[in-house]
Structure formats: C-alpha cells, structure tokens
C-alpha cells in the first residue's frame, strides 16, 4: 500500500473513531487512559515541569480562545527516547473494561465575561440561536450514527456546515457538538435544551429592542428583565442535567441581569440565584408570556402612534380656535370628539400635554348640547390644575366686547356669586377687574356636595347675580334656583368655559332686565 492510500485509510479510521468517541463516553475515556500512558511513555529523560493537576486535557468552554466546533484529534508528539517500557505504560489498560472517569476541571472565565454592562446581547443572541441547531444536531447526529447512516454522506457535511457558520461568529463554542461533548442517556434533553438556548434567544432579542425603543416604559423594561432573568436560569438547569458545565452565553445574560439592574436599580425577584432554578421543562410557558410582552409592546406602540396624531389633530383645532374663538363651532366640536378618542384609548384626562393644548382655550368653551363622559374628565382635570397651579401673573384681558362693558356699567360696587369646580385665582382677579365687582364670591364645588350652605351667599344684599357653571356642578345644583327665587336674585347658567367674553354674554341673554339700571341706557366707557 502506497503512503497517499494508507494516510487516507488512517484519517477514514480516526473520523470514524472521533465520531464514535461523541456517543461513547467510556470510550472517550479509555482513549484518554491511552493517550497518557503513551505521553508518560515517550517523555524525555529530563521532564517538563508538570501540568498543573486537575487541568483538563481538551479545551472547555470556558477557556481564553474556545474551540469553535468539532474537532480531529491532535497530532502526536515527536517520538523521543521512552524512559520505560512501552509495554509496562500500557499494562494497566483494560479497553472494554469500565475505568473511573476523573472529575471535570472547573472552569475559569476570562474577566471580560464577567462584564456585563459593556456586552452586546445582539451577539449573544446569534450565538444561542445556533446553539439551538447544534443541540438538536447533537441528538440527530447521535440517532444517524445508531442507525448506521453513512458518516461521509449523512453525517459529515452537516458537521462541516454547522462548524463554518460558528467560526464565523466570535467565540461561538458548540460544546454540545464537539467530541468531548456530553451523551445524555435520554436523548430528549437535547430538545429541551435546544428550547431553551431560543426561548433565552427570544427573551434577549425582547429586552434589546425595549431597550433601544424610547417610548418604553419602564414598566415594560423591567418585565423584560424578569423573562430574562427566567429564560437564563431554566437553560443553566437544563444544561446541568446533561453535563456539569457552564455555558459561556447563559453566563453573559447572567452577568448582563446583574450589571443592569445594578446601574438601573431595578430588582429581579426570582431565578437571580442558584437555589431559586427555573424549570427548563416549562419552557412554552416561559415563551408564551415573552410574546404576550411583545404584543403588549407593540401595541402600546400603535397607541403611541395614535396619541401623536391625535394630538396634532388637537393642536391644530386649538390653533384655529384661538384665532378665532366667535366662530370656531364646528371646530370645537371636531376637538372634542377627538379628546374623547383618546381619553377612551387610555390616555389620562390629567395628561399634560393634552392639558397644555387645552388650557389658553378652554375658557372660550361654548354651549355645547352634551358634553362626553371623557371630555368632562379632561375639564375637570384642567379646572383642579389651574385651581392649585395658577398662571404666574393675569394676562391683561383683551378689548372687552359690548356685552362686557355693558355688564361692568350694571354691575360696578356690586357683587358675584360663582357655583362650580375650583377657583382659579387668575380667573378670579380677571373677571372681579373687569366687570368692577366689589367681590366674586366663588364657591369650590364637589361631587354629591350638599348645597344647604350656599344660601347665606345667595342671600347677601351686596349679591346681584348667581352663576352657576354647570360644566363642573352636579345636576342636583339646579335646586340652587329655589335660593335665588326665595331671595330675588336671577340665576345665571354658565354652560362653557370661565371666559370673559363669554360670562358677559351669557348675563346678558339670561338677565338683562334684573340687572340694575336695566331701564337706563348702558354708559361707554
């Protein structure tokens, strides 16, 4: 036989050993037994300093530049002159005989992967989602090579396949496909494990994009954190029912939790600890309530992206509105069935940026026939914030309209009493200015409020007219109308906003002729 034929009949020969050897472990372990008798027996009369003891004799998953994927045996050694007999080194084997298999060697990670904050969980993504191919190979490869499938033909070229895609990632070790790998007796771990490597995958690619997103709440945030937290803790247990070994990437989403939370301040109440294990076999489960997580997402995604239309929509109503406020009817009526849109999406009536549109407005509010349940809301919201935050100073009031100074002639030295909602100081000083009010008396009004109290104010002789501002009072508040008949004073319903313009108005049509001087002409200022 030819040097070229009996080097290919040895390479053939070790292949089929190699693969033997990731299904066998008392083979892979008499092997070993070999190999270190025939060091021990070909080292050189002077021996190297001696390894350290314990340290393993192939590469694991832990080491500095971890082995990629399945690899051939390593060259022997050059001969060298034997210090004992070959034969002697090789007395104590017995091949097909059991023989003690030594501990595993711990493992010691570089410092790097104990840095959690700096890594990039998009790579520890990709690299799970491979190593959910390879465990599900890792069983596939296991049931071919029972059934005697051609290694050549059906077995080598997906090794070769999956080994080239994970040396293209960085520190990508399939440690369940490599010859020192585990052989599980049930082979059904492998599909656990295989779940779980992509259900940790799913909880990593959720908590990226939430982290990256920045309308995410920190709600959503932190429960990410707990999916994730679950989804490592499962795939370490699943991993340690197979073999005593630590996989690389569920320590880096281990790390990452920890750095995370750190920085954040955020607490994760379970799986962040070994004697608090997720169960593996719960993996559908787990990924049921990651993707409930992901439509929550998204969703308040869609409803961010309708609040934003809708509040442009608003905007652009109140602009208009402001412009022109005598004849803005048709626009107050499409803003308000806007805001009743997004008070029912789930927008709170006290959210600040519809608050912020609202307000310079709001007082030039007209009669409008009904009013919805959440654009009431959202009123009352605006009246119990201008009522406890009120403007740093009263805008001067603008060219005040017939009926205001028509109003201010009548009611000079005289005063107000105003029923309804909360008493907005800037509100108050402009409206006492402008009609010349000796006092505005305003009476702060709640819900189911009994009105026995408000008649001593009715009853004032100083008192002219009542208002009631019905947008902010209880229905009950009409009862308000026996105490202005009992004491002669006309009872005005203020049906819109608080502005001036609008009072005036609304005095004007109700009450013209109980006002004083009613029968004399209106003196211009």
Sequence with gaps: MDSNALASAINT????????????????AELRCLAQAVLEATSPSEPAEAEPAGAPSVAEPGVEAPVTAIEAAPAPCPPSEPTIPLATALAALTLGQGSPVTDRASISYPERWAQGGE???????????????GARWAAARRRLLAEGASYRTEIEPLDQDIISRAKAIPECFLWMCHPTGPTPADPGQWEVIARCFETLADALSMV????????????????????????????????????DLDDTDQLQAF????????????????????????????WADLDARIETLESDVQ????????????????RHKASLISADPDGAAGEWHTLIETVESLVDDGMHASNRDLRELLIPIIDDLPDV???????????????RYMAAYPPPEVKA??????????????????????IGGDRREGTHQTLKAAFGLKDLLWIETREHQSIEGFEPYVARPDVAVVLLA??????????????????????????????????????????????PGANSEDITE
């Excluded at 020969?13 to 892979?28: C, G």
Aim: glycine fraction near 6%; charge should be positive.
């Design 208 to 243: 990226r994009r939430i982290q990256e997103e920045p309308e995410a709440s920190r709600n959503e945030f932190e429960r990410s954190l707990d999916l994730l937290a679950e989804a490592q803790s499962a795939l370490r247990v699943a991993i340690g029912r197979v073999d």
């Design 397 to 418: 009031v603008k060219t005040p309209t017939p009926d205001v100074r028509a109003v201010a002639n009548r009611l000079r030295g005289k005063s107000l009493v105003l």
């Design 255 to 282: 790390n990452w939790l920890r750095a995370i939370t750190r920085d954040r301040q955020v607490f994760i109440q379970r799986y962040m600890r070994i004697d608090d294990p997720a169960d593996p076999d719960r």
């Design 369 to 383: 026939s009904e009013v919805s349940p959440g654009f009431q809301a959202v009123l009352n919201e605006i009246d």
């Design 119 to 133: 890594l990039d969980l998009s790579l520890i993504e990709t690299r799970c989602r491979l190593k959910t191919e």
């Design 470 to 515: 019905i947008r902010w009072s209880s229905h009950s508040y009409g009862d308000v109308k026996g105490f202005c008949d009992r004491h002669g004073k006309p009872l005005v319903r203020l049906p819109g906003g608080y502005g001036l313009n609008q009072i005036a108005a609304q005095i004007m049509r109700q009450c013209s002729e109980r006002l």
């Design 13 to 28: 020969v070790l292949q089929r050993l190699v693969a033997l050897t990731s299904e066998d472990a008392q083979l892979r």
């Design 299 to 314: 969703d308040a995604r869609r409803r961010n992206s309708r609040r934003r239309k809708a509040l442009g929509k608003v």
